[in-house]
């Protein structure tokens, strides 16, 4: 679970011995082996509870799974059936081209009788006219 080598076991272990000292380690230890182990089992516990909790709803999940699985593949079947026994005739297509539509003249707001005054877009302020 701690992924512990050898080495850092024994450094640990040392460094008990020098923190703890050499009379309360081995209760220590025995005190941390038993917390393990009720760690241990607990989340085992846990773990057995919850497949027990969800066992019925996947084996649901599963069976409806399957069913469907089933009903495509007899679709699939009967299909490349259908496919084998008669195939589709392939129908010439005339392309058909569609003109482009005519673009409207762009007009020149100036050949159209306006202005530059007139306050069309990117035309110049007139001095004196407040904008």
Do not use: C
Not at 10 to 28: H, R, Y
């Amino acid at each position: 679970m701690f992924n512990f080598s050898g080495s850092e076991i024994v450094f640990l272990l040392i460094l008990g011995l020098v923190v703890l000292g050499p009379e309360k380690l081995p209760g220590v230890l025995r005190r941390a082996g038993r917390l393990y182990g009720e760690f241990k089992r607990m989340t085992t516990d846990a773990q057995s509870e919850m497949r027990r909790a969800f066992a019925e709803p996947i084996r649901d999940i599963q069976q409806t799974v399957s069913s469907y699985k089933t009903e495509f593949e007899a679709g699939a079947r009967s299909v490349a059936d259908d496919l084998r026994s008669d195939p589709p005739q392939a129908s010439p297509v005339k392309p058909t081209s569609v003109p482009p539509a005519p673009q409207p003249p762009m007009m020149d707001p100036l050949e159209a009788g306006g202005s530059a005054s007139d306050g069309a877009p990117g035309a110049a302020p007139e001095e004196g006219r407040q904008v």
